[in-house]
Each structure stands twice: as structure tokens, then as C-alpha cells.
């Protein structure tokens, strides 16, 4: 994605979900987890309205990386911080299955060829299970959170995140 007009409005794409985030009271980490959802989402839809396999190209391995980065320093920085409480058990749990769920999508795309029928398919599902996460996660899961969470936790758990998320992103062959 080296189009700078593009990379632009990912970027507002992100900034505006975590504006919003901050508007229903919450802060630190998860207002960066919803900004990386905006930035997704906006790819996703991008990748999801095209049918050009050379589009398909560029945007997929971005977005590849972005998901997985995301989810799997999600899962080792701030559910494991979850874990610590049994009144976000069902909630580790349930991100748990979705990030199973994401990565099992993830795994169909790496196998399509682009522009084909079985692509956008395997696309417009994993869009589905992005938005679907997304909004459990900013209307139901990180509002349980914060309620359990000491504000400074939030805040003490982005840094650890981020730094987390830049290293599988290195890991896995992509920049932060």
C-alpha cells in the first residue's frame, strides 16, 4: 500500500474508531486495539469491493500481516492480563475461539488464488468474522474490562502491546 492518499485514510479509518472508543469512557490499550480495528476494517473493504487480482495482491499481504499481528499480540498481552480475573474468563475464552476462527480464515485466503471466485469468498468471510470480533470486542469485551481494570492497567498494558505487535509483525516479515 504505498499510495500515500490510501495510507491516509486508513490511518483517519483508525483514528476515528478510537475517538469513538474514547467517547463510550475507555482508554489506554484499548483505545489503540480499536484504532487498529478502524485501520483493518478499511482495508477490508477495500480488499472485499475489488476484483482486480493485482489490487488483491497489494492489499492481502498488508492485511495478512496487520490481522495476525494484531490478534496474536492481543492474545499474549492483554487476555493474558485478562486471565488474572475469573469475571473475564468467558470473555478470554470466547476471544480465544474468534482468534481461532480469524486465523483458520486467514489460512483459506494464503490458499486462493487471487481473483478468483473461491477469494472473494474467502474475503467477504473473513471481513464478517473481522467486524463481528471487532464490535464484541468495542461494545461488549473491553467495556467488561475496563469495568474490571484499573485505569492505569489499561494504560500500563499499550506500551507492552504495541512493542509486542511491532515484533511478531517483524517475526511474520512486515514492518511496524
Known sequence: MTNPIDQATTKTA???????????????VFTTLA??????????????RTSDP?????LWPKLRLEILSHERAELL??????????????????HRRDARDLEVSIDVLDTASYG?????????????LVT??????????????????????T???DEPFQQRKAAIMAELGGAS
Open 77 to 94: 498481552e492483554v487476555y493474558s492480563a485478562l486471565e488474572r480475573y475469573p469475571d473475564l474468563a468467558e470473555v478470554v475464552l470466547r
Open 14 to 28: 483508525g483514528a476515528l474508531r478510537a475517538v469513538k472508543t474514547r467517547f463510550r469512557g475507555l482508554s489506554g
Open 35 to 48: 484504532k487498529q480495528h478502524g485501520e483493518v476494517k478499511h482495508l477490508l473493504d477495500r480488499a472485499v
Open 155 to 157: 494504560q500500563a498494558l
Open 116 to 128: 478468483s471466485k473461491e477469494w472473494a469468498t474467502a474475503m467477504r468471510t473473513l471481513d464478517g
Open 54 to 58: 493485482d489490487k488483491q495482491r497489494e
Open 132 to 153: 463481528e470480533h471487532a464490535r464484541m470486542e468495542e461494545e461488549e469485551f473491553f467495556p467488561r474490562a475496563a469495568e474490571v481494570l484499573e485505569r492505569e492497567e
